[in-house]
């Protein structure tokens, strides 16, 4: 199975732990029965008694689960159980005064968690990656203090509507799952500073991601998208959007199947081209918020609008001054697809050779 680490708090947390606090039962081979019986001599050691230990790593062992014993560690804040066997986190764990759980590379589902983690209310850091779970578990959600969510390498094919509870994520990592859209509640993640969605199966993004205005990375490579919101131009602090390996359009849609509009739709673009008056007097409400619903098109030459029925048109935009990226307008008429904004033929050569840069870079 491939790591999804990049897990720099994870070096962080042993740098940062005094030796003396620390129990390191890493590449030992042990199994729960030799597990459970070594914590317990440990822990009736008077000289070395559990309640000292701070940090435990128990990474590269062949454990399905822990013992109950490791509740007794009551000062536990740092734990790493990666690359063993793991099928369970017991309910003991809560009992820890966890910062950070670091679970990545085992065998974990979607019912392997403990039924409740509002007890962890400290922990910041939460590394899952490289299991096999299929949802989002959800009882992450309840741990509000969190800063740093690995989620890589699973099979999650949604993120949950209520993902803005952790509005204190700076991380977000959601590489290597099955992930076919972004809720919009995403923006609502203010503190992000980093949103990994890479090899998923997305074919757009939300426009709510121009919300997280403390964003630097972006990573959407390996998707299925073609375009990108044109709110995305808002995140000036962005310093890394990686886009290889996406269909993304590189030139001007021009052949496409237009549906031809309706007759409500026609009258409504005479009324509002010729600005013809009207009011709740003379017409239904309903027709009246149809009416104001009216969007005009993006060619500057044409005075046009559009409700329903509309033009799909791919424009590359300076991104920061640096290169241009695809981003998806909608237009009135195919006729508008000619000169829009006065690109010359040499301009969109230009941004193509410019976009397969970034794209392939």
């Known amino acids: 199975m491939e790591g999804y680490s990049s897990d720099s708090s994870e070096n962080e947390n042993q740098e940062n732990t005094p030796p003396s606090k620390v129990l390191d039962y890493s590449y030992l081979m042990l199994d729960v029965q030799t597990l459970a019986h070594n914590l317990e001599v440990f822990a009736s050691n008077e000289r070395r008694p559990a309640e000292n230990i701070e940090a435990l790593y128990l990474h590269n062992n062949h454990l399905t689960s822990l013992p109950q014993i490791i509740s007794r560690f009551s000062h536990l804040k740092v734990l790493n159980v990666s690359y063993n066997g793991m099928v369970r986190l017991p309910e003991a764990l809560c009992e820890c005064p966890l910062t950070s759980l670091i679970a990545k590379n085992n065998h974990l589902e979607s019912d392997s968690l403990p039924k409740s983690l509002r007890s962890l209310s400290m922990l910041r850091d939460l590394n899952l990656s490289g299991n096999n779970f299929t949802f989002f578990p959800e009882q992450i959600l309840e741990l509000v203090s969190l800063k740093y969510l690995h989620l890589g390498g699973n099979g999650i ?3 949950p509507q209520d993902i803005w509870k ?18 919009a509640s995403v923006g609502e993640l203010h503190l992000l500073h980093s949103l990994v969605l890479c090899d998923n199966m997305l074919e757009s993004l939300p426009s709510s ?10 990573l959407l490579h390996k998707n299925r998208l073609r375009t990108l919101p044109p709110e995305i131009i808002a995140l000036k602090g ?7 390996d996406n269909p993304l359009v590189v030139r001007f849609v021009r052949d496409m199947t237009h549906n031809p509009p309706s007759m409500l739709e026609l009258a409504a673009r005479i009324i509002k081209i010729h600005s013809i008056p009207y009011s709740a007097e003379v017409i239904p409400q309903n027709v009246i918020e149809y009416l104001n619903g009216a969007h005009y098109c993006l060619n500057p030459k044409c005075k046009g609008v559009f409700f329903d029925n509309r033009v799909e048109h791919i424009k590359f935009v300076d991104f920061c001054g640096k290169y241009r990226i695809p981003l998806l307008h909608f237009l009135c008429s195919s006729r508008c697809m000619e000169n829009v904004h006065g690109d010359s033929t040499e301009e969109q050569n230009m941004s193509v050779d410019m976009m397969k840069k970034v794209l392939l870079g």
């Open 157 to 159: 094919s949604e993120i």
């Open 166 to 183: 952790l509005n204190g994520l700076e991380v977000l990592y959601m590489g290597g799952n099955r992930l076919v859209e972004v809720p």
């Open 209 to 218: 991601v121009a919300n997280l205005h403390k964003l630097k990375s972006l």
């Open 238 to 244: 962005l310093t890394e959007l990686s886009l290889r």
